[in-house]
């Protein structure tokens, strides 16, 4: 009882405040730092996620000629590999933007495909994750070049789509 005491005048004589009140005043300083440190991404976990993009995040390699089959792959499920999306056939880089296209992500369903159709479409229908632009409208068509556009200046350009591997010569007349 004397300690009680003790402590309760020694903090009507530190802070001024009751005792009642220094108790209510510390339980909504612990709410607030609970409630805002919870807005925040522990140390350990950010270290962790900046630990394995490091992993993941590597310099564009070109990659060639490949096949719309042989893109699909580097959809981001295989953490060897980089994340690739093509516009027009031609193949960019996208492992930087990992939140967008990477598992999980909301346009996830873009990566290790030629996504012209449904950029230009604007459209999530997986029937339009196709490089076939056909029957576009105008309007469609400069969306699209929109697209492009931002793609050319934001990622590296790695490589192009060809319909058939072997056939070399056939390819090169179909790039750009
Ligand atoms: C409710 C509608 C939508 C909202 C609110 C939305 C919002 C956003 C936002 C905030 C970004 C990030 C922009 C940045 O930081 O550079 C983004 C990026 C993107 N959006 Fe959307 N979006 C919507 C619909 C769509 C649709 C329909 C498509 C295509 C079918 C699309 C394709 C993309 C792509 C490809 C990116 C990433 C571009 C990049 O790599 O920098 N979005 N969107």
């Known amino acids: 009882m004397e300690l009680y ?12 405040l009751s ?9 909504m300083m612990v709410l607030v730092y609970k409630f805002v440190s919870g ?10 996620v900046k630990r394995e993009q490091q992993f993941t995040l590597r310099e564009p390699v070109q990659i ?14 295989d953490p060897n590999k980089p994340l690739l999306m093509a516009i027009k056939g031609k193949i960019y880089d996208v ?6 296209y990477g598992p999980g992500g ?17 459209s ?9 632009i056909d029957g576009l409208s105008a309007s469609e068509l400069e969306v699209l070049e929109d697209w492009e556009a ?15 591997r072997t056939s070399v010569v056939e390819d090169e007349t179909k790039v750009d």
């Not at 909301?106 to 604007?122: C, E, I, K, Q, V």
Request: aromatic share 14%; net charge negative; charged share 25%.
């Open 5 to 16: 005491t003790t402590v309760t005048d020694a903090i009507t004589y530190y802070t001024g």
């Open 19 to 27: 005792p009642a009140a220094f108790f209510t005043i510390s339980a």
């Open 39 to 48: 807005m925040f991404v522990a140390a350990d976990d950010y270290m962790a």
């Open 64 to 77: 060639g000629s490949i096949t719309e089959d042989e893109l699909r792959p580097y959809d981001g499920s």
């Open 95 to 100: 492992s930087r933007s990992r939140m967008f």
């Open 106 to 122: 909301p346009y996830a369903l873009f990566a290790g495909r030629d996504a012209s159709r449904a950029l230009a479409l604007m």
């Open 124 to 132: 999530f229908e997986p029937s339009d994750l196709t490089g076939n």
């Open 150 to 164: 931002k793609f050319e200046e934001k990622y590296v350009k790695v490589g192009q789509l060809v319909s058939e």
